[in-house]
């Protein structure tokens, strides 16, 4: 049966460089189905629909929908509210005054939970309303999909960040941490480990969530790192926990947490600091740096993978291709082959409110590094035409002049 009403479409959770992607080619997608009256955009997610705070999109050129595409971050804006039941029943009620019959949400595993409610309101209801969820986390987390769109951009920075960083350490010594995102799945962080060209190239260490951090460990493993290459590079998720769960930022300060109950992990620097203090007080190393990656890892506009641009585009057209067929569901990348992908329609209950976590054959015995099989699986996701770094090659001039010094010595 072919539903005929209005299209609504919205953006939530944290922004990523290719999150308009989707938007566009579900914009663009759903003008070719007949039976879409009219497309709306939520202005700030679920506050926005509450509200009715919406904008025609029909109005879009398709010209200037290309070019909101190739920017970064939420074009319709975005929220951290998380809704509860009652709220979802208002955000149905306004959809159905509205005529929606297409619902679209561009998010994470909240987001999908937040389909899935609505969803079940309309059925409820006995309202015909197709409601499909469009994945989107730089966290690489949703269940049910090889990887998200989010993530190869993201990840793309951050590898990009420690090839210079690499070199920068190179050129001084000393050990340099970075705190990279990933509350619970360590993927971005992991991804720091295609910044290595040369043997001896860091991050010689990673640390992630899936793996309880232990600081005597730590210490003891940047000890023999820099022992070994006179410097240390060591890449740190920002959600790394202990042996109990908790995150060991909470242990240094007062977190505050957002509308979803997480702990605010990015923004402080407080996890750098502490690292870095650990170091050199226990090993008396004085040249210690830390960063706090924080925001350019999700929209940073110079640096987009192409393969992220083109699923992300692809999502959202599959997203509106589905529900011409009346199909509601989570959009979701299956990989085939190597390399490429397919697109599925799986049920909102396996990706609603879920998260995936890196397998552990990702990760190193130690648990302070990744395996050549993550290595294989990341790669071609940053996307084609990464940098190279490069080294001189040039053989070393005889040292002369110290050479005659050491002969009039030993006469």
């Known amino acids: ?18 999150i308009n992607q989707s938007l566009v080619g579900a914009i663009l997608e759903a003008r070719r ?21 919406f904008l025609d999109l029909d109005f879009e050129t398709e010209e200037n929908l290309e070019r909101v595409a190739c920017t970064p971050a939420s074009s319709l804006l975005s929220t951290r509210v998380k809704p509860d039941r009652e709220y979802c029943h208002r955000m149905f009620e306004v959809i159905r005054h509205h005529d929606v019959r297409y619902f679209y949400y561009i998010g994470g595993n909240d987001s999908s939970d937040t389909v899935r409610i609505v969803k079940e309101f309309a059925d409820e209801a006995d309202y015909d309303l197709v ?28 590898v990009q960040a420690f090839q ?29 480990a295609l910044a290595g060209t040369f043997e001896d ?12 951090f232990v600081m005597e460990e730590f210490i003891k493993d940047v000890k023999e790192a820099y022992e070994k290459h006179g410097r240390c590079v060591v890449a740190v998720s920002e959600g790394i926990c202990d042996a109990d769960g908790t995150p060991v930022i909470t242990k240094l300060v007062k977190a505050e947490a957002d509308d979803h109950g997480n702990v605010q992990l990015s923004g402080t620097g407080a996890l750098g600091d502490l690292l870095s203090r650990e170091i050199k ?46 199909l509601s569901g989570s959009v979701a990348i299956k990989r085939t082959g190597n390399y490429a992908v397919r697109y599925d329609l799986v049920p909102l209950e396996s990706v609603a409110a879920k998260t995936k976590v890196m397998p552990k054959e990702f990760i190193n015995k130690k648990g ?34 110290h050479k005659k010094l050491e002969e009039k010595a030993d006469v």
């Open 1 to 18: 049966m072919s539903l005929k009403g209005k299209m609504l479409i919205a953006q939530g959770g944290g922004p990523t460089a290719v």
């Open 33 to 53: 189905n007949p039976n879409v009256t009219e497309v709306y955009g939520a202005l700030r997610g679920v506050d926005g629909i509450v509200n009715e705070n």
């Open 131 to 158: 409601a499909v969820h469009i994945p989107k986390t730089i966290d690489n987390d949703l269940m049910e999909n090889d990887h998200t769109p989010g993530f190869g951009s993201a990840a793309r920075y951050v």
């Open 164 to 192: 210079g960083v690499n070199q920068d350490n190179r050129s001084l010594g000393g050990v340099y941490l970075g705190i990279v995102m990933g509350r619970h799945a360590g993927f971005l962080t992991a991804a720091s």
């Open 201 to 212: 190239d860091g991050p010689h260490l990673i640390y992630l969530p899936e793996v309880p």
């Open 281 to 326: 007080d226990k090993l008396g190393i004085t040249r210690v740096r830390a960063d706090t990656y924080g925001y350019p890892q999700r929209s940073f506009m110079g640096v987009v993978s192409d393969v992220d641009a083109r699923e992300a585009r692809e999502v959202g057209a599959m997203a509106a291709k589905f529900g011409r067929d009346s």
């Open 368 to 401: 302070n590094h990744v395996t050549k099989a993550f290595l294989e699986y990341v790669r071609p996701l940053v996307g084609s035409s990464m940098p190279e770094c490069a080294r001189l090659r040039s053989p070393q001039v005889e040292r002369t002049f």
